[in-house]
């Protein structure tokens, strides 16, 4: 007798367990994010976790198709004035009602986040000429330039709550603290879990740098509750690992593993796999503008980057389709402009950037190199698919024509915030568009940087020219889609042709996962908790 309410206390302990770890999604990162802070840096991994925690006013489907966020509807007058409606009954997590003075005070803190990485989402607000509420659910922007594109730029934008800070009446007018009273949010707030007070489906339970981040469900969310209790996002950088543990039961869904180990899963009944082409290019930013750049030598002392001639033998002298097989294992394309074909703005049917060696060596002899230089590629080695192996493959590339070529990989952390003082000659990075459009890459990376700096906010390596400047920015103030289009392929063409910014290919994103699940695969590459179902039975 003793022994049967044993095994059957023992029977009902085990089904306890079972339905308390299905109530537990476990992913494995590949890249962790840098902070729980929504506006600290625009990062994918970033931006993928804040969703989880806040909503924005405008949010995107798996393909990047626009559709209602904390806003329910939104119009534009043809001009500059947009007017968006919220949605009534949505509260924080800490109880607060949500209300326009929330958003105004949202995009405030962009324009004095003394913590942030670069000028993340300043770009966007700084075009705001004036931002009104004239009732709870009403918001009314006027922007400076027109602004096409406005709810595909507002789609990554978290929406904080202002009962985060001291205030008195919120209005944006930036020159008196737009009603803060109190200090404003710092990054550290947000990761201590004080400050992470959103209006998503699950709140911070803890983030530990380097170890988990662990999210719960929010009992207070808008929309249809998620069917996950808790949340755990595991950073597991290398793939080997991420694989290894998916096999042995320790994760629910990884993401990126290396496409050469599917076959370890294909047939297996036990999990499944998706791969989903992306909107994000690989691509290598160079040191244009100075006359001495820190991670260059070459024997005249100067700054051969500079020369136009050298830029485009270094892109001559990549193999694209090589890296594409051999690397990335079929799970990419070549990439030939900045997004890929087929997509609003870009060429319909743009040149394939040859592989041709000999041609690069007799234009660095032309720009009075025919002995080379020493050169160094810096690159993150745990933010893109294969980032490092793929800088490795570019220096042996350059090294086989003449420039003697180094690689300091390092990791995401330590580099951007390097690469955001221009602290590197030759640059690796990874765009995905959040527009879904060309303008995009084309907005935030060549341009000569406006006084808004909502043009070139990211222009590390000094490009300029003048002709795609006045091209760029008649297309993003265009509110006409067929002339947007055609001076978008105008602007890109023309930065293509100065190789400033070397394309290297479109990454896929891939997600591998038990059978048990139903995962959807984004073109954002954003892994979230709220693309996992259980499967249906």
């Known amino acids: 007798m003793r022994q049967s309410v044993f095994v059957a206390a023992l029977a009902a302990a085990c089904l306890s367990a079972t339905a308390a770890s299905a109530q537990t999604l476990r992913i494995a990162l590949a ?9 600290y840096h625009d990062l994918t991994p970033n931006n993928a976790l804040a969703q989880h925690i806040f909503d924005s006013l405008v949010s995107q489907d798996e393909r990047q198709k626009l559709r209602p966020g904390l806003a329910s509807s939104w119009e534009n007058d043809g001009k500059n004035r947009w007017t968006f409606k919220l949605r009534d009954g949505v509260k924080f997590s800490n109880g607060k009602p949500f209300t326009a003075e929330d958003v105004v005070f949202t995009f405030c803190r962009t324009l004095k986040n003394e913590t942030k990485v670069s000028d993340s989402f300043a770009d966007v607000t700084a075009n705001f000429a004036a931002v009104e509420a004239p009732d709870p659910h009403t918001l009314v922007i006027n922007t400076i330039n027109p602004e096409p594109l406005l709810p595909n730029l507002l789609s990554t934008l978290g929406i904080l709550s202002a009962s985060i800070v001291e205030h008195g009446p919120i209005s944006y007018d930036v020159s008196k603290n737009c009603g803060v009273t109190g200090p404003w949010p710092t990054v550290s707030g947000f990761n201590d879990g004080s400050l992470a007070i959103g209006t998503g489906p699950y709140k911070l339970k803890s983030y530990v740098r380097g170890s988990a981040i662990e999210l719960e469900r929010n009992p207070s969310f808008w929309g249809k ?38 076959g370890r899963i294909k047939g297996d009944k036990r999990f499944g796999h998706v791969i989903t082409p992306s909107t994000r290019v690989l691509y290598f930013q160079l040191d244009v503008a100075r006359d001495q750049s820190p991670f260059v030598k070459s024997e005249d002392g100067k700054n051969p980057l500079k020369d136009p001639r050298v830029r485009q033998a270094m892109s001559l002298a990549i193999d694209r389709d090589a890296i594409v097989k051999r690397i990335m294992d079929g799970a990419a394309e070549p990439a030939y402009q900045y997004l890929p074909t087929g997509m609003f703005g870009t060429q319909a049917n743009p040149p394939k950037l040859a592989y041709d060696p000999a041609q690069a060596k007799k234009l660095l002899a032309e720009a009075g190199y025919a002995k080379g230089f020493q050169l160094t590629l810096s690159a993150t080695n745990d933010r893109y698919i294969n980032d490092s192996q793929i800088t490795q493959a570019v220096a042996q590339y350059l090294t086989q024509i003449g420039i003697k070529t180094d690689v300091d990989a390092m990791t995401r952390a330590i580099y951007f915030p390097r690469r955001a003082k221009k602290e590197f000659s030759v640059a690796l990075g990874g765009w995905g568009s959040a527009t879904g459009e060309a303008a995009s890459f084309l907005r935030q990376w060549p341009p000569t940087p406006n006084e808004t700096k909502t043009l070139g906010g990211s222009n590390y390596g000094g490009y300029k020219n003048d002709q795609f400047d006045k091209v760029i920015r008649e297309a993003v103030t265009t509110l006409d889609d067929n002339k947007r289009s055609a001076l978008l392929q105008e602007a890109g063409k023309l930065v293509l042709a100065d190789n400033a910014f070397i394309p290297l290919h479109f990454e896929s994103g891939i997600w591998a996962f038990k059978s048990e699940f139903d995962v959807v695969g984004r073109a954002d590459q954003y892994m979230l908790a709220m693309s996992v179902r259980p499967k249906a039975k």
């Open 31 to 39: 890249s962790e994010p840098t902070a729980v802070d929504p506006h």
């Open 225 to 262: 509750a998620e069917p996950w209790e808790t949340v755990r996002l595991l950073p597991v950088t290398n793939a080997g690992p991420r694989l290894a543990g998916l096999l042995a039961g320790d994760y629910d869904v990884i993401e990126n593993p290396a496409a050469r180990d599917l």
